[in-house]
């Protein structure tokens, strides 16, 4: 698997990889899916466009020994030392590998040597218990912040916030 920063050309056949992983039937391959509290698209390729165009953005994109597509992360820079992951997903198929906690590796390293960042946020639907004690596994902690999602649902789903410090890279590799 190769890592590095996603380019337009790369959108058309990684959007299909997100919906794959997030929502529908097909994300039940894998153990990350939201296809139970969530339906319609995660994202379209104008988003995925608007982060690539954004200087506060970055997507890294993992592809296969093919070069296709099968995963990515977003990294944001929030300022004052601090960036935000979110939008990680691996193919359903090719989850439980090794390639999430890759990507995550990866999207640490980008905020701490692009952004300046010192800790690394993100936020989980509070109900996704597993999907929280994954990213525990690696370093992050609740915080005991919780933010309202992004789409009004009834019931509405809330976020919990997990957070990590990013140790500098002389400590950390």
């Not at 609740?142 to 919990?160: H, N, S």
Request: a negative charge.
């Amino acid at each position: 698997m190769q890592i590095r920063l996603a380019a337009a050309t790369d959108l058309p056949a990684l959007h299909p990889v997100i919906e794959r992983a997030y929502r529908g039937d097909s994300a039940r391959a894998g153990w990350t899916f939201e296809s139970d509290l969530l339906d319609g698209e995660r994202t379209d390729l104008d988003e995925l466009a608007a982060i690539l165009e954004s200087p506060a953005d970055r997507l890294l994109v993992a592809l296969s020994d093919e070069g296709a597509p099968v995963g990515c992360v977003q990294v944001t820079d929030r300022g004052a030392g601090l960036s935000y992951l979110g939008l990680l997903c691996i193919d359903p198929l090719l989850q439980a590998g090794g390639m999430g906690r890759a990507m995550i590796a990866a999207a640490e390293s980008l905020a701490r040597d692009v952004f300046g960042a010192r800790t690394m946020e993100m936020t989980v639907i509070d109900s996704r218990r597993e999907l929280i004690a994954y990213y525990e596994r690696r370093g992050y902690a609740l915080t005991g912040e919780k933010r309202p999602f992004p789409i009004k649902l009834d019931p509405p789903l809330a976020m919990v916030v997990l957070a990590k410090p990013l140790l500098p890279e002389s400590i950390a590799g």
